[in-house]
């Protein structure tokens, strides 16, 4: 972005508003120290930050936290992101967790 003509480069700063601030905040720390705790609450959501800013380590932290934390009732959003995001991995597995 700052090394385009796009408005990022002009003003030298990056507005996001697609998340809240500690999911960016969390993604920050991720590219700064290639770490950061993920809580089964967010998990879907720094997936989905992950996947827009293209960070495979974050969706892959993201993923085994999803898997970590499957239940009956986080399953099918789960595999709705599988989906979405084209992860047969995640969508095998929580298919798998179904079906036990």
Partial sequence: MFNTLMIESKEN????????GPIVRGMLEYIYSNYTEISPDDALEYLRIGDMYHL???????????????????????FRASILYNL?????????????
């Avoid at 495979?56 to 789960?78: F, H, M, P, R």
């Fill in 13 to 20: 700063r990056v507005e996001i508003k697609d998340f809240p």
């Fill in 56 to 78: 495979e380590g974050l969706k892959e932290d993201a993923i085994q936290c999803i898997l970590g934390s499957l239940t009956e009732i986080n399953a099918v959003k789960a």
């Fill in 88 to 100: 047969p991995t995640l969508k095998r597995k929580v298919a798998e967790f179904v079906i036990r």
